[in-house]
């Protein structure tokens, strides 16, 4: 019953109060982006939804032009191509807001699994051994609140497991993670935990490793 209906009633009411109250901030963080850097209020890109379909999520434009669409963002060297409006936008997740909209027309709920990118097979290969592509992604998660980018993908797709096996054990389980995800991500964002810009764990610990082989040739 949570699942399939009272999960979908709460997205619905909670996505359309937030497009009627954000409408004005979200209208004056447009007018910023504009004023900051030349090119588009609103990031399209295409992601992986629920059963491996994919939809286009909706962001605000949080790095240059110049960054190929598709790039994930351990990729590109964040401190030298991000201007200051944009890196703050990311690390208070400001450019995640659009996606109420993503919520409200159901291709997305407000906690879930974060989306993957459609070209990230890795992730997503991983999270098939936990069902957990099987649900609607979110706008946050068990993972999202438990090291968000700090998280290496293996570990990341078993919390997002985790996830989908209190989804799937009851309506008083399910509805008991989804707060705990949305209540973790307000904390999460206040704080700025578990945001790597130019880098996920998995790669800042591959760049510790070779720090640590280059310094040990050197000694």
Request: glycine share 8%; proline share 5%.
């Amino acid at each position: 019953m949570y699942k399939n209906f009272i999960k979908r009633f709460i997205d619905v009411v909670l996505s359309g109060l937030a497009i009627i109250v954000l409408a004005i901030p979200m209208l004056i963080v447009a007018i910023i982006i504009k004023i900051d850097s030349p090119g588009p209020v609103l990031f399209k890109q295409k992601r992986v939804g629920k059963n491996k379909k994919t939809f286009m999520i909706l962001k605000f434009r949080s790095m240059p032009t110049s960054v190929p669409k598709d790039m994930p963002t351990h990729l590109f060297d964040a401190k030298e191509q991000l201007s200051k409006w944009q890196s703050f936008m990311r690390k208070a997740s400001i450019d995640e807001l659009p996606q109420i909209y993503n919520i409200f027309l159901n291709d997305m709920s407000i906690c879930g699994p974060r989306p993957a990118l459609w070209n990230q097979d890795n992730l997503i290969e991983e999270r098939d051994k936990y069902g957990a592509n099987d649900v609607k992604p979110g706008l946050t998660g068990w993972a999202q609140i438990n090291g968000r980018d700090e998280l290496e993908i293996p570990v990341k797709a078993k919390l997002d497991g985790e996830y989908v096996a209190a989804l799937n054990s009851g309506a008083f389980k399910g509805f008991a993670m989804d707060v705990k995800c949305f209540l973790g991500s307000i904390a999460s964002v206040l704080k700025s935990d578990g945001v790597v810009e130019g880098g996920t764990g998995e790669i800042e610990k591959n760049k510790k490793a070779a720090e640590q082989d280059t310094h040990e040739v050197l000694k």
